[in-house]
């Protein structure tokens, strides 16, 4: 399994202001998964990043909030952009494993926006 | 993509086998059926994935009827590391990932 890891783990912002969310991961892999997770609740994909391409956004998420990049195969960033208080939540970046069906997470970020 | 259905918690005594059952009723053809655990603070972590029959790995067990419209994700011994939430996806990798999260599943300590 792969080993994934985000930075920063956590951080607290004022609002309006934007924050750039790390994710390495220590092999090569074909897509990453950017998610939200508000506390108490599931996850909510956000989008898909594949190296090389422009980012899929799930519905209502959009890329002038959102903007992902993908430089490589082992990096990507997901900026929250213009934040307000509902953006505080976990962020979470998951790679696809080597069958290709299951995920493998990193830590998150736990982001509070004030 | 497959709806699934799992009960919101669940609570057990430590040493004992944990059933976590998973109904997919609209379960495609390709699909595979996922298990992940999550610790709070954590990312979610794989546990077992199959697609029929019964699958066993060192974590647990997973058994899924030749229906497949259901799955059972077995814990042997349950214990205080294993609270956790627990949640159940389906999909196929090679059309669609496994992407759309249900409510999972709390799994809990008896007193």
């Known amino acids: 399994s792969a080993v994934i890891s985000q930075k920063p783990s956590r951080d607290i912002c004022q609002r309006g202001t934007s924050l750039t969310i790390q994710c390495q991961v220590d092999?090569?892999?074909?897509?990453m998964f950017w998610y939200r997770q508000q506390p108490g609740q599931s996850l909510t994909l956000i989008a898909t990043?594949?190296?090389?391409?422009?980012?899929?956004?799930e519905s209502g998420f959009v890329i002038d909030k959102f903007p992902i990049s993908r430089p490589n195969l082992t990096f990507s960033t997901l900026t929250v952009s213009n934040m307000s208080p509902e953006d505080s939540s976990i962020y979470l970046c998951?790679?696809?494993?080597?069958?290709?069906?299951?995920?493998?997470f990193g830590p998150g970020t736990r982001l509070t926006v004030t | 993509l497959a709806k699934t259905t799992q009960p919101i918690s669940m609570d057990s005594y430590e040493g004992q086998e944990v059933n976590i059952t998973c109904s997919h009723n609209?379960?495609?053809?390709?699909?595979?059926i996922t298990w992940y655990q999550q610790f709070p603070s954590q990312g979610p972590r794989f546990i077992i994935q199959?697609?029929?029959?019964?699958v066993t790995n060192e974590v647990a067990s997973l058994f899924i009827p030749a229906d497949r419209k259901s799955s059972t994700l077995s814990l042997p011994r349950f214990s205080l590391s294993d609270t956790a939430v627990y949640y159940c996806?389906?999909?196929?990798?090679?059309?669609?990932?496994?992407?759309?999260w249900g409510a999972g599943t709390k799994l809990i300590i008896k007193p």
């Open positions: 199959g697609y029929k029959t019964k």
């Open positions: 092999s090569q892999v074909t897509m």
């Open positions: 998951s790679v696809d494993g080597t069958s290709g069906d299951e995920q493998y």
């Open positions: 609209n379960i495609a053809t390709n699909d595979y």
């Open positions: 990043a594949n190296q090389g391409s422009e980012a899929t956004y």
């Open positions: 996806l389906v999909g196929d990798a090679l059309s669609n990932y496994q992407l759309i």
